[in-house]
């Protein structure tokens, strides 16, 4: 479900968080970082509820990214605690919610959190 602040981001994301709801990504939240990062512009997290929803979940991502964009790059699918997906412009972490806890990437980024 895209909410009303959602709606100005770039289809793109709209998209990823789609499929991340879709699936039935939990805690998902994303972050706008294009004004302080060269990396991203956009970090996009969320919780899974085991090793195979994790992997389910970065498979909807990738499936759904469009095809004529550069390929995904991937980390971590392998143990599926924590999966990165690499789609140039934006940033994915698929975590388990003990490894997100122990990580908190949002205290990292909180200044850019704003109301999303």
């Known amino acids: 479900m895209v909410t009303q602040n959602q ?18 990504g939990q805690d ?3 972050i706008d970082v294009h004004q302080t990062s060269s990396v991203a512009d956009f970090l996009i997290i969320c919780s ?6 994790a992997r389910s979940l970065a498979k ?5 990214y469009p095809k004529e964009n550069a390929k995904p790059k ?3 699918e392998d143990f ?5 997906i690499d789609l140039d412009h934006t940033i994915v972490h ?3 919610p003990q490894v997100r806890a122990y990580y908190n990437l949002e205290k990292l980024w909180d200044k850019h959190l704003g109301d999303n």
């Open 7 to 24: 709606q100005n981001l770039p289809p793109y994301v709209q998209n990823i968080l789609q499929s991340l709801d879709d699936q039935q």
């Open 80 to 84: 599926s605690e924590w999966i990165l």
């Open 60 to 64: 909807e991502v990738i499936d759904n």
């Open 48 to 53: 899974s509820k085991s090793h195979r929803h």
């Open 94 to 96: 698929i975590m388990l």
């Open 28 to 30: 998902i939240v994303y």
């Open 74 to 76: 991937i980390e971590g």
